[in-house]
């Protein structure tokens, strides 16, 4: 079986931590087959992997009906010929290149604004390309047709323990640690840092190089974590057990509204991760192979 993930987010790591989530998912329920991500060309190593695959995504080509269809995105999902794809939150590039032979499509969405299920008058939004429409977050509206919790990439169980991280960073067990996590915009993170650093301060940024990956599974050991209220990173911290220590920033996204995830989302339980939920789906036969 061959599975595709596709992402036009440019705005930090976030929509591809995302595809690894379901990738990882995927090995833990036993999944054989192929799975590759397409997405656009970003900053961060995490991304430099064998199944992530570069396309140019060009507004002018994806959103007009005729040249769409010969864009090198629409040529690199032919090629692969997914038996499912599964599109992170972006509809529209893929507006003039669905429906793909014999493949199944589902839509996972974030929350996001009334808008997102309208278009422009270039791409109008239209449900029925999907096969299933599936709402990651608390999201209403009268095309979203199933609800899972969160996707995340990690589980507790997949967690290090709690002495890890400061055996790692060099940081007695008398002293505070504080841990500065940041996957978005260039040059945020330093607005995260505090400015009286008398506790041991550690600043994870996903721009470096040698950047702990995940690194939500060493936070757990972590006295405080200073972080944006990204998607990613307020689910993990909810469904890993740190966000009561976790000091959330919301910053301002052109697609992300995540003043309103801290309002309307803060501490509220995770059953399950959701990546979990989709891999079951996929493994167990809900999308099926030519």
């Known amino acids: 079986m061959r599975v595709a993930?596709?992402?036009?987010?440019?705005?930090?790591?976030?929509?591809?931590?995302?595809?690894?989530a379901i990738e990882r998912?995927?090995?833990r329920a036993g999944f054989v087959g192929d799975y590759r991500m397409f997405g656009p060309q970003l900053s961060f190593p995490v991304v430099q992997r064998d199944n992530y695959h570069v396309v140019p995504i060009t507004p002018e080509e994806v959103l007009h009906p005729m040249r769409a269809p010969v864009t090198d995105l629409a040529f690199a999902l032919m090629k692969f010929a997914p038996d499912l794809l599964i599109a992170d939150m972006f509809w529209a590039p893929l507006r003039y290149i669905l429906p793909l032979p014999g493949c199944e499509c589902w839509l996972m969405l974030r929350h996001c604004a009334p808008a997102w299920f309208v278009g422009?008058?270039?791409?109008?939004?239209?449900?029925?390309?999907?096969?299933?429409i599936i709402a990651i977050e608390p999201l209403e509206h009268e095309v979203v047709r199933e609800r899972i919790a969160p996707i995340v990439i990690s589980n507790p169980e997949e967690c290090r323990p709690s002495h890890a991280l400061r055996q790692r960073l060099g940081i007695s067990e008398d002293q505070r640690l504080v841990a500065v996590v940041h996957a978005g915009q260039a040059g945020e993170c330093r607005q995260l840092v505090p400015p009286a650093r008398s506790d041991g301060v550690a600043i994870f940024n996903l721009f470096e190089s040698d950047a702990l990956f995940p690194v939500a599974e060493w936070l757990p050991g972590a006295d405080a974590v200073i972080a944006g209220a990204g998607y990613n990173t307020f689910w993990e911290a909810h469904w890993l057990g740190y966000s009561s220590r976790t000091s959330f920033t919301a910053f301002r996204r052109k697609?992300?509204?995540?003043?309103?995830?801290?309002?309307?989302?803060?501490?509220?339980p995770m059953p399950e991760n959701g990546a979990d939920v989709l891999a079951r789906w996929i493994v167990g036969g809900a999308a099926t192979p030519r």
Do not use: E, I, S
Request: net charge positive; aromatic share 10%; charged share 20%.
């Open 255 to 268: 697609m992300d509204d995540q003043g309103w995830r801290l309002d309307n989302c803060l501490g509220r």
């Open 25 to 27: 998912a995927l090995v």
């Open 5 to 20: 993930y596709f992402t036009a987010g440019r705005t930090g790591a976030g929509h591809v931590v995302r595809g690894l």
């Open 120 to 132: 422009t008058p270039q791409a109008r939004f239209a449900a029925q390309q999907f096969d299933r």
